[in-house]
């Protein structure tokens, strides 16, 4: 049972335009949902989190929304830069220290 | 560097053999996690110490995983009778208190 998931394996964008990723879920407990990186050969980075009394929360180019109705967050990077390329996961997590990651979406910004 | 570290970072073994990894997790941190991912997958929760005391196994954790953290500080991660199953790469990740984890760059572990 997927409690995450993110339905686009992969997204290709142009340098400098946005890019938008998504991620569904399931569990109407989650109240705490983060986004992160990852490079090959690395672990995954933090990049944003957000939590379930905010729709909307903003870091430099990277801003995650939140819609809790229709249990669906979104990452959109503006503008969007080749270092930008890599592997994106959401995770969600209900009050505890668990977190649930989607199975990811490669982001690829083209020069 | 003070981030989270791992060791090691790739272990190729034969089925059968033991393996243990190492993670040194943030130093202020009190909470340890591993988790697990295989190609194509996120990473999946295998267990949680808070400080010493190991809180939470998931069912992925079969009898043949033990992981330790002694002294509240590194942790360890053993697997014994090795599988190929068992190949996939190990993360371990550290925050404090309820706060975002950190990950370490992940042991890849290839069971032949």
């Known amino acids: 049972d997927q409690q995450v998931k993110q339905n686009s394996p992969s997204l290709s964008v142009q340098e400098g335009r946005i890019s938008i990723l998504n991620c569904d879920y399931t569990n109407s407990m989650f109240d705490y949902f983060l986004w992160y990186k990852k490079y090959p050969a690395e672990g995954p980075t933090f990049l944003i989190s957000i939590s379930s009394i905010k729709d909307k929360n903003e870091d430099g180019r990277f801003t995650v929304f939140l819609n809790k109705s229709a249990k669906h967050l979104s990452l959109h990077i503006v503008p969007s830069q080749p270092g930008d390329s890599a592997v994106y996961f959401c995770?969600?997590?209900?009050?505890?220290?668990?977190?649930?990651f989607g199975t990811g979406t490669r982001l690829k910004v083209l020069a | 560097d003070t981030g989270v570290s791992q060791n090691p970072r790739h272990k190729i073994t034969k089925r059968g053999q033991n393996v243990t990894f190492r993670c040194d997790p943030i130093s202020e941190h009190n909470r340890l996690y591993w988790y697990r991912q295989t190609l194509g997958q996120g990473p999946e929760f295998l267990t949680y110490?808070?400080?010493?005391?190991?809180?939470?196994k998931s069912r992925l954790l079969s009898d043949r995983f033990s992981a330790e953290r002694p002294k509240g500080s590194f942790s360890t991660l053993e697997i014994q009778r090795t599988e190929q199953g068992d190949s996939a790469m190990y993360l371990c990740a550290s925050s404090v208190s309820s706060g975002e984890q950190y990950f370490g760059p992940g042991t890849r572990l290839t069971v032949t």
């Open positions: 995770a969600a997590t209900g009050g505890t220290y668990k977190y649930i």
């Open positions: 110490f808070q400080n010493e005391a190991q809180l939470e």
